[in-house]
């Protein structure tokens, strides 16, 4: 009888031992399971950052081109200013222009406005000239300022006002 008993209590304890093995692999497989959902889910940030920032690249490089173009812009522009619209060859020289200057703006370029007050981050002071309007109005747009999409290719040169002369005011105030 001793020998059952002893038959038995190894069979108990191999079963137990079999149990806690399975166990042990059930915790195996779930920690390699949480190990590879990690994995997948960083692979996937990365996929989506890689992602943006390859957009990020197409972005710079397109306004990079934008900036090298802009000289080029400025010259048809003022040579569209002095055309006669009769001449068919005038004509077709301001259609060339427009259609440059349509495509570029399609991609992302706009022009930065240079009307009512000042503002450093758009606009560079070629000039500050003494007039009847308000101080840091801006008077004239020398040359224009342009962004592509939200950065700044270059800014707007002005000329604006810093307020009547001190010499006017003493005058009239001696009237």
Do not use: W
């Amino acid at each position: 009888m001793e020998e059952k008993e002893k038959d038995t209590k190894n069979a108990e304890k191999a079963i137990a031992d079999e149990t806690e093995a399975k166990k042990g692999k059930s915790d195996d497989c779930a920690d390699i399971k949480e190990r590879f959902l990690r994995l997948a889910a960083e692979f996937d940030n990365y996929k989506k950052r890689a992602a943006k920032d390859m957009e990020s690249a197409k972005g710079r490089g397109k306004a990079e081109l934008m900036v090298k173009i802009l000289p080029v812009l400025d010259e048809f522009e003022l040579a569209a200013e002095t055309l006669d619209m009769e001449n068919d060859k005038e004509r077709g020289i301001a259609l060339v222009f427009s259609n440059l200057y349509d495509i570029m703006k399609k991609e992302g370029l706009r022009e930065i406005e240079s009307i009512g007050i000042f503002d450093p981050y758009k606009h560079e002071i070629i000039l500050a000239k003494e007039s009847e309007k308000k101080e840091g109005t801006i008077i004239k747009a020398i040359r224009k300022g342009y962004m592509f999409n939200e950065i700044m290719l270059r800014p707007a040169y002005v000329i604006v006002s810093k307020g009547a002369g001190e010499a006017q005011g003493s005058e009239d105030k001696g009237n």
